[in-house]
């Protein structure tokens, strides 16, 4: 998807601050971070959104889940941590490319609606 932002970012056109990498997943920190540990998780294959997953393409998201607690304990989010994915308009999704919120570092607000 050439006018999408996180594939911009998979392709290196768009810098980013990684923290994992593999042949077939990348991890980076939110620009705008809504916790003192804020990472995404996305699968470098285009897909629009949690909408869009399927059972062609869900290994990816096998693996994604694989690595986030590796990521996170690289991160020594020892205490805990939250994996969010905002799907589509009402859950507030802006960037349309799968992507798995990793937070932590700090607790969490409780209250997840
Ligand atoms: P969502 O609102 O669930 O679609 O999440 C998109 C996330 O991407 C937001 O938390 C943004 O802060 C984050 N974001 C937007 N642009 C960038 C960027 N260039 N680098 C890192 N994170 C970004
Ligand atoms: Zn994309």
């Known amino acids: 998807m050439s006018d999408c932002l996180f594939c911009k970012i998979i392709a290196g056109e768009i810098p980013s601050a990684k923290v994992y990498e593999d042949e077939s997943i990348l991890a980076f920190r939110d620009i705008a971070p809504q916790a003192a540990t804020h990472i995404l998780v996305v699968p470098k294959a285009h897909i629009p959104s949690v909408d869009g997953v399927t059972a062609e393409n869900s290994a990816i998201v096998a693996h994604i889940f694989?690595?986030?607690?590796?990521?996170?304990?690289?991160?020594?989010?020892?205490?805990?941590?939250?994996?969010v994915s905002n799907c589509g308009a009402d859950a507030g999704q802006t960037v349309p490319h799968l992507h798995f919120h990793i937070l932590g570092g700090q607790t969490l607000n409780p209250q997840m609606a």
């Open 66 to 83: 694989e690595v986030i607690p590796a990521i996170a304990a690289a991160e020594k989010l020892t205490g805990g941590y939250r994996v």
